[in-house]
C-alpha cells in the first residue's frame, strides 16, 4: 500500500461527458502528480500541484483541468471526453517540490473507459 | 522534450535465466529511477541511481548508469516468475519525472 488513494477504480462513460478523477496524498506529501498511462503513449505526465499552486505543466489538454485543495487532495477534471482519452489516470505524490532523486508514490490508478 | 527508450519492449524467459533490459536517451539525466508496476497496481520504486557509471545491486538486480548519465540498464540474474511485471525506468532532470514506455517481462516457470 502506497498510502496514495485514487477514487473511482473504474469509470464507464460515454464521449463529450465529464468526470473527475480524485486523489489523497500520502501524509506529508505536498506535490501531487497526474499521469496518464496508454499502451501505446506509455505514462505521460500531465501536471503537478505543490502544496496548492501548479508546479509543473506537460502533455495536459485544454479539456483537462486540475487543481489541489487546502487539505492537499487533487482532482482531475476531465471534459467533452473522447474515445481516445481511454487510458489508466495514476495519481502520484512526493514530499519535495521537485521530483529529483525524490521517490514517487503511485496510487492504483483509475481506469477510465469512454464509449 | 526529453525522451527515453527501452529496449526490448516485451521479453518472455523461462525461470532461471538472465536477462538485460537497457533504458536509453539523448539527453543528460541528473538520476535515473527504475520502477517496476504489476497488473491492476500502480509503479513501485525500485532503484535511483545518481553517479554516473554508478552500479547498484538489490539481490539479484543490478542497475548501472551510464557514464554520461544518459543511459540505464536493469540485469536480472537466474530470472523468478516473482520477476514477471512491466519494468519502467525514469529521468530526473529540470522537469517531473519522464517514464520510458517499459519493458514488459514475463518468466515462465
Known amino acids: 500500500d502506497s498510502g496514495v488513494t485514487q477514487t473511482p477504480k473504474h469509470l464507464i462513460t460515454a464521449t463529450g461527458q465529464r468526470v473527475t478523477l480524485r486523489c489523497s496524498p500520502r501524509?506529508?506529501?505536498?506535490?501531487v502528480y497526474w499521469y496518464q498511462q496508454s499502451l501505446d503513449q506509455g505514462l505521460q505526465f500531465l501536471i503537478q500541484?505543490?502544496?496548492?499552486?501548479?508546479?509543473a505543466k506537460g502533455n495536459i489538454l485544454e479539456r483537462f483541468s486540475a487543481q489541489q485543495f487546502p487539505d492537499l487532495h487533487s482532482e482531475l477534471n476531465l471534459s467533452s471526453l473522447e474515445l481516445g482519452d481511454s487510458a489508466l489516470y495514476f495519481c502520484?505524490?512526493?514530499?519535495?517540490?521537485?521530483?529529483?532523486?525524490?521517490?514517487?508514490?503511485f496510487g492504483e490508478g483509475s481506469r477510465l473507459t469512454v464509449l | 522534450t526529453q525522451l527515453l527508450e527501452q529496449s526490448p519492449q516485451f521479453l518472455s524467459i523461462q525461470e532461471g535465466e538472465n536477462l538485460t533490459v537497457y533504458c536509453n536517451s539523448s539527453?543528460?539525466?541528473?538520476?535515473l529511477q527504475w520502477y517496476r508496476q504489476e497488473p491492476g497496481e500502480g509503479p513501485v520504486l525500485l532503484v535511483t541511481?545518481?553517479?554516473?557509471?554508478e552500479v547498484k545491486k538489490l539481490k539479484r538486480l543490478t542497475f548501472q548508469f551510464g557514464d554520461a548519465r544518459k543511459d540505464s540498464s536493469l540485469h536480472i540474474t537466474a530470472a523468478q516468475p516473482g520477476d514477471t511485471g512491466l519494468y519502467l525506468c525514469?529521468?530526473?532532470?529540470?522537469?517531473?519525472?519522464?517514464f520510458g514506455k517499459g519493458t514488459r517481462l514475463s518468466v515462465i516457470a
Open positions: 502520484a505524490s512526493s514530499v519535495g517540490g521537485t521530483s529529483g532523486t525524490g521517490e514517487l508514490f
Open positions: 501524509s506529508g506529501d505536498l506535490s
Open positions: 500541484y505543490y502544496n496548492g499552486e501548479e508546479r
Open positions: 539527453s543528460v539525466f541528473s538520476s
Open positions: 541511481v545518481v553517479t554516473g557509471g
Open positions: 525514469a529521468g530526473a532532470g529540470n522537469t517531473p519525472l519522464v
